[in-house]
């Protein structure tokens, strides 16, 4: 069996009195692709701000490849191997497609330094790579803000995956997506996951059977459930969590 690339233990997170994560125990393995759902407000953006470093947990611990990392730095664990894409697309659009490519490389904390940097062949031929990996080397040298939202999300994935991360942490890649960007999307992160340790936060779920081996229920900040597709899809308690929100197929 792989070893665990991430383990939660009895995490909790409390926020002004509200109980946002509640003592968590979560782990992913190795080159695994982990999907994680749940209804709105469930604790799903707030783990990865734990994970990252954004935010500090009230107890429990996160390890990265063994190690702690809960209550360090958001720099240490991004350099340690951790690079998440947000919720909603944080690139920046005054910037060509190819210099947020050249930031994502450097990490975002450079900003300023990358965009100095001369960039060399071997790192713009990576950028190119990566460029054509997400269908937007057509556009490299359009600035941002003329793309698609769907296109910025694509946009901010390479920028993930130019950082070379162990772990990605993707939420909710697909919001804002045609059907055909979304399908492209799942491709796209089949592929990422060949090479690297990948948990994508995601509501669509013809989305998430396209990628999905196994998937973490996430309500009230617990563990409501995990396992296969199928298995979460007939699972009793998911559909009553989702009834009526009609947001996962099991509740039709
Ligand atoms: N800074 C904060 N202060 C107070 N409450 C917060 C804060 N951040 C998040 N919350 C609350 O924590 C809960 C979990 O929020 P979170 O954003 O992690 O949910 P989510 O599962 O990502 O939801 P969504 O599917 O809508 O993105 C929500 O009830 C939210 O209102
Ligand atoms: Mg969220």
Known sequence: MAANILEIRDLVDVVS?????????????????????GPNGAGKTTLIDLI????????????????RIDGRARHEIYRLGISRKFQVPTVYDNLTVFENMSIGLRGHRSVFSSLGYRITPAAAEQIE???????LLERARDEALTLSHGEK?????????????QLLLLDEPTTGMTREET???????????????????????????????????????????????????????VAEVYLGKAKISAAS
């Not at 009195?17 to 759902?37: C, K, M, Q, Y």
């Open 17 to 37: 009195h509200h109980t946002i994560i509640d003592h968590l125990d979560f782990a992913i393995e190795e080159g695994e692709l982990r999907v994680l759902v």
């Open 52 to 67: 990252t470093g954004r935010h500090r947990p009230t107890a429990g611990q996160i390890l990265f490849k063994g190690e």
């Open 129 to 135: 790579r990566i460029l054509a990996e997400i269908n």
């Open 153 to 165: 999300q694509w946009l901010e994935i390479g920028m993930v995956v130019a950082s070379d991360p």
């Open 183 to 237: 399908n492209a999307t799942a491709r796209l992160i089949r592929d990422i996951a060949k090479t690297r340790s990948v948990m994508v936060v995601e509501h669509d779920m013809s989305f998430v059977r396209q990628i999905a081996r196994t998937i973490t229920v996430l309500h009230q900040g617990g563990k409501l459930a995990e396992g296969s597709v199928r298995d979460v899809e007939n699972n009793p308690r």
